[in-house]
């Protein structure tokens, strides 16, 4: 089936298989399936509008509505809504019934939620099981971390996204098991390596790209069990400490240059189509153990999916982000261990069978909620008997069919966050303008240059040079123009490292690092050594050698 997107316009196919899904999650009441219709929008314009409902870094103060107490939140202080701090929405000083209403079939369903979701009570973080780790979001586990997002079980942590069990790391992004590592992208079981990407079990690196098990090398690309290695080539180990002091003395104020020589050196390697290990039937980028994932990402350990990004142990899920442990889902958003659900953001810890909900844990067989615990038969909030359930649901679903409703996920028009407040500016990136076009919120910092925040400070090249009250100041982005400072732990860890403090916000370096991986796109290039064609998310436009697996591996080993 050939569809043409109404959003960007694009064309896109509709397969037997993704219709076999649809009837698949269909949900039945009273023995009757309401079938789940194909997509309107295409699976970008799909992905952008679940991202829209996924705020993981943009982090606020404001007052909790139930205690007044002082807390962090996802939610800006000047938007509709009404947040509790963390204490206050697990505690039974509330309940989210209070909040429900009747379904009234003369107005929109999105209009009804919408309401519901500006009157119950949102939770102001997600995070659990973490110490001293207030500034952080999406975060399970932790200890002693600040600025970490999407990241699980880390420890002394600092301005970082998607980290796993590490340890003394700042400014890495999809790092897992490290230890000691600085502007780190894509990296696992590696220690006192910086700025490097696609590297596994290495140590003492630098500048480092697609390597493996190499230990005291700078600048080097395809390498594996190597050492006292530059721009690939090999030294004694003297040569190589002289060198090394030589190169790294560029840190500072001239890394740009440093940077530039790594990248010359290694645009002449080739890079392979795709870093996916042990995969069978699947296609997409950084893929695990994975078997018959088509056009996934950041995968681990799943089965049977289908634009589907960032999660483990996935099974049967389709057009979902973020979702450990999960199976049988559909247009989902951080849905951590649910099962056989739809149209659902932010719930969690065994929810199953819900659709169109909310912030909802541990909840069942409910449709339109928000911010529920362990209920079930709920309909925007309002309980229900299951049988008084069964047959309301199949005429709310009648009506959101023909209004064209019933299939799509919530919109964008209402999401409690800005566009650039959300993850969807991370992969989509737009505009203020370009938001605007399509009517979509967009948070406004102000300008920066238009503030003022003391006398200019100027950052010392070398880190020796560094004084402790660097922390007191308010330094300025040398890109942006944005406030940012520097806290005691982070100043301590370049000292320890050798690192110079960083002249960029905490926002501009996550950006950069972002735009180094690859976007979740999928192009049919041939092998640039023996011409077979290949599905990569290289573009052909790019200049990079790009190698199908097998030509890869001949040449890096």
């Known amino acids: 089936m050939d569809r043409t997107c109404p959003h960007c316009q694009s064309a896109f196919k509709i397969t037997e298989e993704d219709l076999a899904f649809y009837e698949k999650i269909s949900p039945v009441f009273n023995g009757k399936k309401e079938l789940v219709p194909p997509p309107t929008k295409c699976p970008d314009c799909r992905q952008q509008r679940r991202l829209m409902w996924r705020n993981e870094r943009k ?28 204490d206050a929405w697990f505690s039974d000083q509330w309940d989210a019934l209070a909040t429900g209403r009747s379904y009234d079939p003369t107005k929109s369903f999105f209009i009804q939620f ?7 009570p949102l939770l102001s973080l997600l995070i659990g099981q973490s110490e001293n780790c207030d500034y952080t979001n999406f975060a399970y586990g932790n200890k002693n971390c600040y600025m970490i997002a999407a990241s699980d079980f880390n420890e002394d942590c600092y301005f970082g996204s998607y980290l796993f069990r590490s340890r003394r790391c700042v400014d890495c992004l999809f790092v897992t098991d490290c230890e000691l590592c600085s502007h780190c992208t894509d990296c696992e079981g590696c220690t006192r390596t910086h700025f490097s990407q696609n590297l596994k079990n290495c140590h003492d690196c630098w500048f480092m790209g697609s390597c493996l098990g190499c230990s005291d090398c700078i600048g ?7 050492k006292h290695c530059i721009l690939n080539k090999q030294f004694t180990q003297e040569e ?3 060198r090394k002091a030589e190169l790294l003395a560029k840190l500072g104020s001239s890394q740009r240059l440093l940077e530039d020589l790594v990248a010359s050196s290694n645009r002449s390697q080739p890079h392979c189509a795709a870093h996916n290990i042990n995969t069978e039937g699947s296609s997409g980028n950084n893929l695990v153990n994975c078997k018959n994932c088509v056009h996934c990402f950041d995968l681990i350990e799943s089965t049977d999916c289908r634009y589907v990004s960032q999660g483990i142990k996935a099974t049967d899920c389709m057009d979902v982000n973020g979702v450990p442990e999960s199976t049988l889902l559909y247009e989902c958003a951080a849905v951590p261990t649910v099962s056989s659900s739809a149209f659902c953001a932010a719930t969690w810890v065994q929810s199953s069978r819900l659709l169109y909900c909310y912030l909802c844990r541990a909840c069942s067989d409910c449709f339109g909620c928000v911010s529920l615990h362990r209920k079930q038969y709920c309909i925007l909030n309002k309980q229900y008997t299951k049988e008084e359930y069964e047959i309301l649901v199949p005429k709310i679903i009648e009506r959101m069919r023909k209004n064209g409703e019933w299939g799509e996920f919530f919109p964008m028009e ?9 993850a969807a500016q991370d992969y989509f990136p737009l505009t203020s303008e370009e938001a605007a076009q399509h009517k979509w919120q967009w948070y406004e910092d102000g300008d920066p240059k238009d503030q003022y925040f003391g006398p200019p400070y100027e950052i010392p090249d070398s880190i020796a040079d560094v004084p402790d009250d660097i922390t007191m100041k308010i330094l300025r982005c040398e890109v942006t123009g944005k406030p940012y400072k520097i806290i005691p732990q982070e100043l301590n860890f370049y000292r320890q490292m050798h690192l110079p403090v960083p ?6 370096r996550h950006k950069e690092r972002l735009a180094l991986r690859n976007p979740r796109k999928l192009w049919d290039r041939q092998c640039a050594e023996c011409g077979k064609g290949i599905e990569t ?4 436009k790019r200049a990079e050698q790009i190698y199908c697996d097998d030509c890869y591996l001949k040449a890096v080993y």
Request: glycine fraction near 4%; include cysteine.
């Open 59 to 86: 982090l606020y103060q404001r007052k909790c509505d139930l205690t007044g107490k002082q807390i962090i939140s996802i939610y800006a202080p000047e938007r509709p809504y009404v947040v509790y701090g963390l």
């Open 503 to 508: 002249r960029k916000c905490p926002d501009q």
């Open 414 to 422: 209402i999401s409690p966050f800005a566009y650039n407040e959300t």
């Open 537 to 540: 998310t290289y573009s052909p």
């Open 114 to 120: 919408d309401d519901l979701l500006k009157t119950t």
């Open 240 to 242: 190589y400490e002289r």
């Open 220 to 226: 080097c690309t395809n390498l594996r069990q190597e």
